[in-house]
């Protein structure tokens, strides 16, 4: 039997992967576990690495506190804050990084790293089998990594690896930040919104019914849609312009 060419072992491979390790960005999210990081930009010199982190919290002040006093942080900017999140620039050591292990191999971050919950979560794309198996060697070898997780994995066609970058360059990974923007109750209500019909063409559901569904006002609910869309909406034109 031929051999299945997605299974292919030069072919590349699209994985997750959770990580549990020495870092600041774990230590703050293990100490709150409603806090969500998001790293969007990175820039390194030498023994330092500077981040620009999307902080989403029910208690930004206090977590950015956390930070600032973390061992490994050597300097904090706050570039805007709100009630439910901050944008910072964190300076760091660039050691306790899982950039610091990829920067040295050949595979590519695809999306921001996300950190919830004690871990980071990774969305890769490598060259090869052979290369997704050697990063994941290297950071298990590393001293303070308690925990290296491959979740899933999606081997590809070479043509596919090509349309991933495209995504990539045109802002469709900017989606993977659009829910950190929005309250819990900005997304619940929207989410029902999408649900119920509530955008279709013709409208399966007015705000007056679905103000009923949830309790709510229709004008405080009307609202809550306001700033979801408010939110959302530039950032699907972001991508749209784009394509």
């Known amino acids: 039997m031929a051999e299945d060419k997605l299974t292919h072992p030069t072919h590349p491979v699209l994985f997750e992967v959770d990580i549990h390790h020495l870092c600041w960005f774990v230590d703050i999210t293990e100490k709150n576990p409603d806090a969500t990081l998001v790293s969007t ?14 902080l989403t919290s029910p208690t930004p002040k206090v977590d950015i506190e956390r930070i600032k006093k973390h061992p490994l942080v050597k300097k904090v900017e706050i570039l805007a804050i709100s009630p439910n999140s901050a944008l910072l620039s964190v300076t760091s050591s660039y050691k306790a990084m899982t950039y610091k292990i990829l920067h040295q191999t050949n595979v590519k971050l695809l999306e921001s790293p996300v950190t919830k919950g004690g871990m980071d979560s990774e969305i890769l794309l490598a060259p090869s089998h052979k290369d997704m198996s050697d990063l994941l060697s290297l950071w298990k070898e590393q ?50 919104a999408c649900d119920y019909g509530y955008y279709d063409t013709p409208k399966r559901i007015s705000i007056e019914e679905l103000a009923q569904r949830t309790g709510l006002s229709p004008s405080t609910l009307a609202e809550h849609l306001r700033k979801a869309e408010s939110k959302l909406l530039p950032i699907f034109w972001k991508v749209l312009r784009k394509l």
Do not use: W
Request: hydrophobic share 35%; no cysteine; glycine share 4%.
């Open 41 to 54: 930009m990175s820039t390194v010199h030498g023994d330092l690495i500077t981040n620009i982190i999307q």
């Open 143 to 192: 001293k303070g990594y308690n925990e290296v997780k491959l979740k899933r994995k999606r081997n590809l066609r070479p043509e596919d690896a090509k349309s991933l970058e495209m995504f990539r360059t045109t802002g469709f990974f900017d989606l993977q930040s659009a829910k950190e923007l929005v309250t819990p109750k900005q997304l619940e209500i929207f989410q029902l």
